[in-house]
C-alpha cells in the first residue's frame, strides 16, 4: 500500500513539473500572465495567475477577458465595445471590472495576445516573489524537499 502511494505521488509531481517546464518554455498553445493590478477584481483578484489561449480576433465577442500588450506591458481587462475599421481590422475598447471608465485608447486586433481562459489566484504573487527573490525562493524549496522527504521516510516507518 506504501508503495502505490509513492508511485501515485511521484507521478503527480512529474507530470506538474512536466505541465509547468511545458507552459514555461512555450511549448502548450497557452501563455500565463501574473496579474499586478487591482483593474479586474473582483473577478480576477491581484497577484493571479491568469492563462490565455490565442484566438482568432473575429470569434472575440463583448464581456471576453482580453490579455493584450500595450507598450511594455501586458494588460488584462473585458471587452466593452467592439469596433470594425474601413480595413476590415477589429479594435476593441476595454474596461478593468474594477474600473468606472472604458481604457483611453481602444486595442489593435494586433496588440492581442489572447483570450483569458482561467486563473488561479494567488500563484502569481508565489511566482513572482520566486523571481525577485531566486536564492531566498532556492532555500525554501530545498528545505520544503529535505523536510518532505524526512517527513514521508518518518511515515514509511510508522
Do not use: C, Y
Request: aromatic content about 6%; glycine content about 8%; overall charge neutral.
Amino acid at each position: 500500500m506504501q508503495k502505490r502511494w509513492d508511485i501515485v505521488l511521484t507521478g503527480i509531481v512529474v507530470i506538474a513539473v512536466g505541465l509547468f517546464l511545458a507552459l514555461a518554455l512555450g511549448w502548450l498553445p497557452i501563455k500565463a500572465h501574473i496579474v499586478l493590478s487591482g483593474s479586474m477584481e473582483p473577478t480576477i483578484p491581484t497577484g493571479s495567475l491568469v492563462f490565455s489561449t490565442t484566438i482568432n480576433p473575429e470569434k472575440l465577442e463583448v464581456a471576453d477577458e482580453l490579455v493584450f500588450q500595450v507598450g511594455g506591458s501586458v494588460v488584462t481587462h473585458r471587452i466593452v465595445e467592439i469596433h470594425t475599421n474601413s480595413d476590415n481590422t477589429r479594435e476593441f475598447v476595454t474596461r478593468g471590472d474594477a474600473n468606472n471608465t472604458n481604457d483611453a485608447t481602444a486595442i489593435n486586433q494586433n496588440q492581442v495576445i489572447g483570450k483569458v481562459i482561467g486563473h488561479i489566484p494567488i500563484i502569481g504573487k508565489i511566482l513572482l516573489f520566486i523571481q525577485q527573490n531566486l536564492l531566498i525562493s532556492t532555500v525554501i524549496i530545498v528545505v520544503t524537499i529535505l523536510g518532505s522527504s524526512a517527513i514521508i521516510e518518518r511515515w514509511k516507518k510508522s
